[in-house]
């Protein structure tokens, strides 16, 4: 596909289930981003990926929280145990870095997660 | 560390112009961004301002960075009720990190 594209867009789950969440970012990109946007934190960092470094986990908020991204492509943001507090619009973006470039980060729609 | 900070909520009325405020922490930003989030939509780029630029117009929209306050605005001429949208302000620390504000969700009256 032409843009970012995530999965599920949503998912309801029981308090204490583990989630996996997917993106697939735009063909070429090397970076990945995953950001969480809930009501009154606003958008906020979890971690991003560029080609082949050491991942930035910096924004990750507990160690329920990992992701991985596969042959520089696909990423997955797992959360275990899911807490009430982690529902959530998980946001995915990529972008290319190169020389000179704005650095613009094209974004998917996001998941939606719910925690019962 | 990183962190911007922006206004939660603004209302004009159709034909005003909008102002939406941003202030951030990191001296060391290269680029900074206005991003635009409509209702269910995703967020998709707006603008951007180079950290030696001072201004940057596009159409109706016109950027000031005040590099010395670390102070960012976008203003938004002759605000139509289409431009109702949460806009969100960011900034590209050292590398590839990009961090953003909590939004200002724009409200405009016809």
Known sequence: GAGVSQSPSNKVTEKGKDVELRCDPISGHTALYWYRQSLGQGLEFLIYFQGNSAPDKSGLPSDRFSAERTGGSVSTLTIQRTQQEDSAVYLCASSFFQGGDTGELFFGEGSRLTVL | ?110
């Open chain 2, 1 to 110: 560390g990183e962190d911007v900070e922006q206004s939660l909520f603004l209302s004009v009325r159709e034909g005003d112009s909008s102002v939406i405020n941003c202030t951030y922490t990191d001296s060391s930003s290269t680029y900074l961004y206005w991003y635009k989030q409509e209702p269910g939509a995703g967020l998709q780029l707006l603008t951007y301002i180079f950290s030696n630029m001072d201004m940057k117009q596009d159409q109706r929209l016109t950027v000031l960075l005040n590099k010395k306050d670390k102070h960012l605005s976008l203003r938004i001429a002759d605000t139509q009720t289409g431009d109702s949208a949460i806009y969100f302000c960011a900034e590209r620390t050292g590398g590839f990190k990009t961090i953003f504000g909590a939004g200002t969700r724009l409200f405009v009256k016809a």
